[in-house]
């Protein structure tokens, strides 16, 4: 004989614990998502002596400044 038991963290009581854990976790990274986004979405940059800048080059990053830094 085989004891079932619903509420069992093998029953529905687990089932019901993943999906929270579940859902915890979809809404702490959606919430950090969230945040970078907004966080970098106001981040703008200017580009510097834009003729100059070659295909292949590894200084290329120096023509890129940061306007919300400076």
Known sequence: MNSRHVFSFD???????AIIVLFIALVFLMYFAIA?????AVNYYEIKNEKSIKMFDKDNAKHIIDVKGA
């Open 11 to 17: 029953g529905l009581l687990g089932f019901i614990v």
């Open 36 to 40: 970078t986004q907004n966080n970098n």
